[in-house]
């Protein structure tokens, strides 16, 4: 069983960044997610697809982070991070890590934002002030 551990967020002001970590254990070293990625979600509004990278190192990210947030990860790890500069109160929310470890979904959905993941972590909060 794929377990994902958030952490690193926490209370900023704006302007300011943060670097959340989210660590994979559960499957066998050889075999790598086929794409990882983070979400977040705010209170009374959707799930948002923030950033997604593949085993290969490919990036996509949201039009509404990109220039500021990076994704990247550390197979010898198994660790992803997202490095999120010039933070913004309207970045306040939920952030939550992902993985596709099934070639099934990887086929189906591919590895951007807003695709479907097979695994999920318990989210870490963000918050940003004005």
């Known amino acids: 069983q794929v377990q994902l551990v958030e952490s690193g967020g926490g209370s900023v002001q704006s302007g300011r960044s943060l670097r959340l970590s989210c660590a994979a254990s559960g499957y066998t070293y050889s075999r790598s997610m086929y794409c990882m990625g983070w979400f977040r979600q705010a209170p009374g509004k959707e799930r948002e697809g923030v950033a997604a990278?593949?085993?290969?190192?490919?990036?996509s990210y949201a039009d509404s982070v990109k220039g500021r947030f990076t994704i990247s990860q550390d197979n010898a790890k198994n660790t992803q991070y997202l490095q999120m500069n010039s933070l913004k109160p309207e970045d306040t929310a939920m952030y939550y890590c992902a993985a596709i470890s099934e070639i099934v979904t990887y086929a189906r959905t591919g590895c951007v934002p807003g695709a479907s993941f097979d695994y999920w972590g318990q989210g870490t909060q963000v918050t940003v002030s004005s």
């Open positions: 990278i593949d085993s290969d190192g490919e990036t």
